[in-house]
């Protein structure tokens, strides 16, 4: 399963899900903040590097996860690319044409897009999503039953994935042939969505009653069994990457 | 726990699952409620901690008092700390994604200490045999492994009523006697205990007292061994007995193998091993039993042979065709495959248009072939065999357990295949829905088919298959038949 966490003694597995998360934000706002294609480049190649040496992820997931991506960014820059109108015109067919500067804002965007997803899945991927949970509601004050439904988004994302997988396999099972033509394609995808959407709707009811079953949310407090380790490291990278966040913005 | 005039409706149905009830079990008692598929077993006991109508809506008559309140109303600590309920369906209740976190969730949610918290997950853990796979995630896990955690997450929990709807279905027989073993320790310790199930099985006879529902309605209530002397042709009629043994399985034709598997390795990635040289054949018309404990590799094996997962070269073959590297549809064509859970096959709104849909693989209405007449007599045939030939119109999402699953089986035998490969099938059946297996079953091989069977129920259906084999540890062994019935 791609989108989950997986346990691991990686740098970011260590960092405690607070502070990872100031950093995550700090991404998403110079994601938002930066322009142009080159700085764009440069801040994936920061989320590349965090996902590889920071938490140890193997190429071929990194790879998996910049295809699912890749899916919408690459069509989003093909078209902006072509109907954004820009003076360095390098050519042109009828309406469209292609310019350095529609280049320029569909290579950031689509870029912008990339590093967004990849480093949202290297916060799944190194967060344990009770840990995370745990965090919120002790740090922040976090009324718990607010803080399980990100945690229960967290935990959901794999299992929807594995129900999916289940679902397209007995699909197969069943006579499916795999989809031809965008006709074909499109129909296929159509049921499957409609497959996975009904069981996850019925796997959010019945987990909602197994959660009350187990007295959620019968008390205003609960208790946590894992106790989060904050390395002593923590404070100065949180501090230095909001640092850098509010430099680059001043210097964008 | 007192009921009277308890009555139940689902929402959405104006039949009544529950009719009428009246009945007063007292604390500390080992209670067994056993009924056929639809019997409204597993209403009652959703009923106990208030999941119906609370949760799961619907309309619920009468009273119903659980240690003196009533749990649709009662506030959630308390009924929380009164009555736990295992339900059927372990994946319905799991909802933290790791082994130890769905032990745990209960407990934190009741602010148990921490300290405290630990002692009760390795306890719970310890006893559900699971101490050696509380870090692994939930999906992992095979069927009987979830059942397990499931079961854990409510031992966890320590109220005093422990409800168990269908805890030994998916459990291997091991287990199915540790569990016995654990129900009798939970009276000890003046616990209540409400087990539920399809049969009149081990866990009905080590009960103090049996109550049998049919129709929604008590039929039978009182001591096991009385029921037994009094009742014995009643419970057979029920299907909660078996009956005799009918015909013996019929002699496999000689001839070549359809399937061959050899020296057939399998590792999971991350390393965890699930098979390591398994070796068999089987002949057309032939029926093979797998049994295994849970997590020994058996839904590996039949996911490997339906080509679900990749299958390494030169170990399975298909009239001396090496299947490797071929793609599911393509296997399906020969193959058919029935899963453990059979909502998970289900693309259509009613059990007819379900039934049939093997026959047109999903074209639209407009673009489908007229049924054959040969078509439609084998499509009325199936469903007269399942029982489910009054049920033409319903969903298949609102039949009972068993229906379903009958549903899930006569959908792939509606469609000619030379294996049809089952997991699990019979787990959880009373015995009238397991003859209807069996008959199914007696009828595709009669055919020429081949089968594959996983279940933990090889007493009831040794005497059919003419092969049993045995995963142990993902080694696989070829049992004689005498063995296997024994």
Same mark, same amino acid.
């Given at each position: 399963?791609?989108?989950?966490?997986?346990?691991?003694?990686?740098?970011?597995?260590?960092?405690?899900?607070?502070?990872?998360?100031?950093?995550?934000?700090?991404?998403?706002?110079?994601?938002?903040?930066?322009?142009?294609?080159?700085?764009?480049?440069?801040?994936?190649?920061?989320?590349?590097?965090?996902?590889?040496?920071?938490?140890?992820?193997?190429?071929?997931?990194?790879?998996?996860?910049?295809?699912?991506?890749?899916?919408?960014?690459?069509?989003?820059?093909?078209?902006?690319?072509?109907?954004?109108?820009?003076?360095?015109?390098?050519?042109?067919?009828?309406?469209?044409?292609?310019?350095?500067?529609?280049?320029?804002?569909?290579?950031?965007? #689509?870029?912008?897009?990339?590093?967004?997803?990849?480093?949202?899945?290297?916060?799944?991927?190194?967060?344990?999503?009770?840990?995370?949970?745990?965090?919120?509601? $002790?740090?922040?004050?976090?009324?718990?039953?607010?803080?399980?439904?990100?945690?229960?988004?967290?935990?959901?994302?794999?299992?929807?994935?594995?129900?999916?997988?289940?679902?397209?396999?007995?699909?197969?099972? $069943?006579?499916?042939?795999?989809?031809?033509?965008?006709?074909? $394609?499109?129909?296929?995808?159509?049921?499957?969505?409609?497959?996975?959407?009904?069981?996850?709707?019925?796997?959010?009811?019945?987990?909602?009653?197994?959660?009350?079953?187990?007295?959620?949310?019968?008390?205003?407090?609960?208790?946590?069994?894992?106790?989060?380790?904050?390395?002593?490291?923590?404070?100065?990278?949180?501090?230095?990457?909001?640092?850098?966040?509010?430099? #680059?913005?001043?210097?964008? | 726990?007192?009921?009277?005039?308890?009555?139940?409706?689902?929402?959405?149905?104006?039949?009544?699952?529950?009719?009428?009830?009246?009945?007063?079990?007292?604390?500390?008692?080992?209670?067994?409620?056993?009924?056929?598929?639809?019997?409204?077993?597993?209403?009652?006991? @959703?009923?106990?901690?208030?999941?119906?109508?609370?949760?799961?809506?619907?309309?619920?008559?009468?009273?119903?008092?659980?240690?003196?309140?009533?749990?649709?109303?009662?506030?959630?600590?308390?009924?929380?700390?009164?009555?736990?309920?295992?339900?059927?369906?372990?994946?319905?209740?799991?909802?933290?994604?790791?082994?130890?976190?769905?032990?745990?969730?209960?407990?934190?949610?009741?602010?148990?200490?921490?300290?405290?918290?630990?002692?009760?997950?390795?306890?719970?853990?310890?006893?559900?045999?699971?101490?050696?796979?509380? *870090?692994?995630?939930?999906?992992?896990?095979?069927?009987? @492994?979830?059942?397990?955690?499931?079961?854990?997450?409510?031992?966890?929990?320590?109220?005093?009523?422990?409800?168990?709807?269908?805890?030994?279905?998916?459990?291997?027989?091991?287990?199915?006697?540790?569990?016995?073993?654990?129900?009798?320790?939970?009276?000890?310790?003046?616990?209540?205990?409400?087990?539920?199930?399809?049969?009149?099985?081990?866990?009905?006879?080590?009960?103090?007292?049996?109550?049998?529902?049919?129709?929604?309605?008590?039929?039978?209530?009182? =001591?096991?061994?009385?029921?037994?002397? /009094?009742?014995?042709?009643?419970?057979?009629?029920?299907?909660?007995?078996?009956?005799?043994?009918?015909?013996?399985?019929?002699?496999?034709? =000689?001839? =070549?193998?359809?399937?061959?598997?050899?020296?057939?390795?399998?590792?999971?990635?991350?390393?965890?091993?699930?098979?390591?040289?398994?070796?068999?054949?089987?002949?057309?018309?032939?029926?093979?039993?797998?049994?295994?404990?849970?997590?020994?590799?058996?839904?590996?094996?039949?996911?490997?042979?339906?080509?679900?997962?990749?299958?390494?070269?030169?170990?399975?073959?298909?009239?001396?065709?090496?299947?490797?590297?071929?793609?599911?549809?393509?296997?399906?064509?020969?193959?058919?495959?029935?899963?453990?859970?059979?909502?998970?096959?289900?693309? *259509? @709104?009613?059990?007819?248009?379900?039934?049939?849909?093997?026959?047109?693989?999903?074209? =639209?209405?407009?673009? /489908?072939?007229?049924?054959?007449?040969?078509?439609?007599?084998?499509?009325?045939?199936?469903?007269?065999?399942?029982?489910?030939?009054?049920?033409?119109?319903?969903?298949?999402?609102?039949?009972?357990?068993?229906?379903?699953?009958?549903?899930?089986?006569?959908?792939?035998?509606?469609?000619?295949?030379?294996?049809?490969?089952?997991?699990?099938?019979?787990?959880?059946?009373?015995?009238?829905?397991?003859?209807?297996?069996?008959?199914?079953?007696?009828?595709?091989?009669?055919?020429?088919?081949?089968?594959?069977?996983?279940?933990?129920?090889?007493?009831?259906?040794?005497?059919?298959?003419?092969?049993?084999?045995?995963?142990?540890?993902?080694?696989?062994?070829?049992?004689?038949? @005498?063995?296997?019935?024994?």
């Amino acid at each position: 399963m791609l989108i989950q966490y997986e346990p691991g003694t990686s740098l970011l597995h260590r960092w405690d899900p607070l502070g990872k998360l100031t950093a995550l934000m700090c991404i998403a706002v110079m994601a938002m903040l930066w322009e142009g294609t080159a700085s764009h480049a440069l801040l994936l190649l920061m989320c590349v590097l965090a996902a590889r040496w920071g938490a140890s992820m193997s190429w071929h997931r990194m790879y998996r996860g910049v295809k699912l991506i890749a899916a919408v960014a690459l069509p989003y820059f093909i078209l902006t690319a072509v109907t954004v109108p820009g003076e360095t015109v390098w050519m042109q067919w009828g309406p469209l044409q292609l310019s350095a500067e529609s280049v320029d804002q569909a290579g950031e965007m #689509s870029l912008r897009m990339i590093s967004l997803f990849l480093s949202s899945l290297t916060y799944i991927f190194t967060t344990d999503p009770q840990e995370l949970v745990a965090e919120m509601v $002790r740090r922040l004050r976090i009324p718990y039953r607010f803080a399980f439904g990100i945690s229960a988004a967290l935990t959901f994302l794999p299992l929807l994935e594995e129900e999916g997988a289940v679902i397209r396999s007995a699909q197969l099972v $069943r006579g499916h042939l795999p989809p031809s033509g965008l006709k074909g $394609r499109l129909s296929w995808w159509g049921k499957f969505i409609i497959a996975v959407l009904l069981n996850s709707l019925r796997r959010v009811q019945q987990t909602a009653g197994a959660m009350e079953s187990k007295g959620f949310g019968a008390y205003d407090h609960r208790t946590f069994r894992k106790e989060t380790i904050i390395p002593w490291w923590s404070l100065p990278l949180v501090i230095l990457m909001l640092g850098l966040t509010i430099g #680059s913005n001043w210097y964008v | 726990m007192i009921c009277k005039h308890l009555s139940y409706c689902y929402e959405g149905e104006s039949r009544l699952s529950l009719t009428d009830v009246n009945l007063h079990i007292e604390s500390g008692q080992w209670t067994a409620l056993i009924g056929a598929s639809g019997s409204g077993k597993s209403t009652l006991c @959703q009923l106990l901690n208030g999941y119906l109508p609370r949760s799961g809506g619907g309309v619920r008559e009468g009273s119903l008092q659980v240690f003196g309140m009533d749990p649709a109303e009662a506030p959630l600590p308390e009924i929380t700390m009164a009555a736990g309920v295992l339900f059927q369906d372990p994946d319905a209740q799991l909802v933290r994604g790791i082994v130890d976190d769905e032990v745990a969730f209960g407990p934190e949610n009741m602010c148990v200490p921490p300290a405290e918290l630990q002692r009760r997950i390795t306890w719970a853990l310890e006893v559900a045999g699971l101490a050696g796979l509380r *870090s692994e995630p939930v999906r992992r896990l095979s069927g009987g @492994q979830r059942q397990r955690t499931a079961m854990a997450a409510v031992l966890a929990l320590q109220p005093r009523l422990f409800v168990f709807d269908d805890a030994c279905a998916s459990l291997d027989a091991a287990a199915q006697a540790d569990f016995l073993q654990l129900c009798a320790t939970l009276q000890g310790d003046g616990r209540t205990v409400v087990t539920a199930s399809g049969r009149f099985d081990d866990a009905a006879r080590a009960a103090g007292r049996v109550i049998v529902l049919d129709g929604g309605r008590v039929l039978l209530d009182g =001591p096991p061994a009385e029921l037994l002397r /009094r009742c014995r042709g009643q419970l057979a009629e029920l299907g909660l007995l078996p009956r005799p043994a009918g015909e013996a399985a019929a002699a496999v034709p =000689p001839g =070549p193998a359809l399937v061959m598997v050899k020296s057939l390795d399998f590792t999971y990635p991350g390393g965890r091993r699930a098979l390591e040289g398994a070796a068999f054949a089987l002949r057309r018309g032939e029926w093979a039993l797998l049994t295994g404990e849970n997590g020994s590799g058996k839904t590996t094996l039949s996911r490997l042979l339906m080509g679900l997962l990749p299958a390494p070269k030169g170990a399975i073959w298909h009239q001396g065709r090496d299947i490797a590297g071929l793609p599911v549809h393509k296997i399906a064509g020969h193959f058919g495959y029935v899963f453990q859970q059979p909502e998970h096959m289900f693309t *259509s @709104q009613t059990v007819w248009e379900e039934l049939i849909y093997g026959l047109h693989g999903g074209l =639209p209405p407009a673009r /489908r072939p007229e049924l054959t007449e040969d078509q439609r007599l084998r499509a009325r045939q199936l469903l007269e065999t399942a029982g489910l030939d009054a049920r033409l119109e319903d969903s298949p999402y609102l039949l009972s357990r068993g229906e379903r699953r009958l549903l899930g089986i006569i959908s792939q035998l509606i469609v000619p295949k030379e294996l049809y490969i089952m997991d699990e099938p019979t787990a959880g059946m009373d015995y009238r829905d397991i003859d209807r297996i069996i008959s199914l079953c007696r009828d595709a091989c009669r055919r020429g088919s081949a089968l594959l069977m996983i279940t933990h129920d090889p007493g009831i259906l040794s005497p059919e298959a003419s092969l049993h084999l045995h995963l142990e540890d993902g080694r696989l062994t070829s049992l004689p038949r @005498q063995h296997a019935c024994d």
